[in-house]
T-cell receptor, first 111, second 115 residues
Framework: RKEVEQDPGPFNVPEGATVAFNCTYS??????FFWYRQDCRKEPKLLMS???SGNEDGRFTAQLNRASQYISLLIRDSKLSDSATYLC????????????FGKGTSLLVTP | EAQVTQNPRYLITVTGKKLTVTCSQN?????MSWYRQDPGLGLRQIYY???????DKGDVPEGYKVSRKEKRNFPLILESPSPNQTSLYFC??????????????FGEGSRLTVL
């Protein structure tokens, strides 16, 4: 089983739609969870950290379910500018503080 | 402005010709790391460094070397590049916070083609 798994998509949604991405991780000892956003051929940038109690940042809501080893990202009222690849990232607790990156979920928001 | 700077951004080279990709950060971060990104494979860690003179292998270190003589710089060296090292490379840095890595800041990427 891969350390971090995501549905690659693509998710094609109209502007204004609500879309949810899911991610599962294999290491139950993981402590840190993030969503990064990557635009085409650009560097990944932190979108938001994911906390145990769940957290919200404007139109974005992240949830963590430790029992199921599952992370989600909900985007409400999608904008054209939300089109990007969303990377689920988990600290695997292995040496080097390495973050394990999912392969990403591609989102295309259309007019 | 806080940033991670990589050079060159684009490079086409030939098999066996040694090259170095430089990486510099101005945030006084202890942790630096190199990743490569390939279609269908996602981001994979090549090497990382916890501080000056402290480096270690990531998941795909074969064919690469690094050094960390100064805190701000972390060059990636390809002694004898091969076509399977054609990839998009990212350098990243982070402050260390206990057992957890903080936010990773990435450079803009270096697209390398080895013919």
């Amino acid at each position: 089983r891969k350390e971090v798994e995501q549905d690659p998509g693509p998710f094609n949604v109209p502007e204004g739609a609500t879309v949810a991405f899911n991610c599962t991780y294999s290491n139950s000892a993981s402590q840190s969870f993030f969503w990064y956003r990557q635009d085409c051929r650009k560097e990944p940038k932190l979108l938001m950290s994911v906390y145990s109690s769940g957290n919200e940042d404007g139109r974005f809501t992240a949830q963590l379910n430790r029992a199921s080893q599952y992370i989600s990202l909900l985007i409400r009222d999608s904008k054209l500018s939300d089109s990007a690849t969303y990377l689920c990232v988990v600290n695997g607790m292995k040496a080097g503080y390495a973050l394990n990156f999912g392969k990403g979920t591609s989102l295309l928001v259309t007019p | 402005e806080a940033q991670v700077t990589q050079n060159p951004r684009y490079l086409i080279t030939v098999t066996g010709k040694k090259l170095t990709v430089t990486c510099s950060q101005n945030m006084n971060h202890e942790y630096m790391s190199w990743y490569r990104q390939d279609p269908g494979l996602g981001l994979r860690q090549i090497y990382y460094s916890m501080n000056v003179e402290v480096t270690d292998k990531g998941d795909v270190p074969e064919g690469y070397k690094v050094s960390r003589k100064e805190k701000r710089n972390f060059p990636l060296i390809l002694e004898s590049p091969s076509p399977n090292q054609t990839s998009l490379y990212f350098c990243a840095s982070s402050a260390l916070r206990g057992a957890n890595t903080g936010e990773l800041f990435f450079g803009e990427g270096s697209r390398l083609t080895v013919l």
